[in-house]
């Protein structure tokens, strides 16, 4: 399975990205995806989380409300699109999938919000 995410870069406060990733190999299309973050020093969070059949989103509380997490089973891709981003929104973002034990993982795209 592997997992490549990408859409990160740099971004004013109050200004949005739209992060993808794209699953390959044996990643079922199906399976629940998710989205972490790691903020320099910090520890691996959760941000947000879709179900197979996308109905289900599942959502920090630091990001309800600004980020919108979105599925596309046919190109077995998963965004997360980011508004209204703040300072503390810094950091490296990873997708994963196979919940709940998020078996899988991308190799991260970096976000930072300049103030």
């Known amino acids: 399975v592997q997992l490549q995410a990408s859409g990160g870069g740099l971004v004013q406060v109050g200004g949005s990205l739209r992060l993808s990733c794209a699953a390959s190999g044996r990643a079922h299309s199906r399976a629940g995806k998710g989205w972490f973050r790691q903020a320099p020093g910090g520890r691996r969070e959760f941000v947000a989380s879709i179900s197979g059949n996308g109905e289900d989103k599942f959502y920090a509380d630091s990001v309800k409300g600004r980020f919108t997490i979105s599925r596309d089973n046919a190109k077995n891709t998963v965004d997360l699109q980011m508004d209204n981003l703040k300072p503390e929104d810094t950091a490296v973002y990873y997708c994963?999938?196979?919940?709940?034990?998020?078996?899988?993982w991308g190799q991260g795209t970096p976000v930072t919000v300049s103030s």
């Open positions: 994963s999938t196979e919940p709940p034990t998020w078996e899988y």
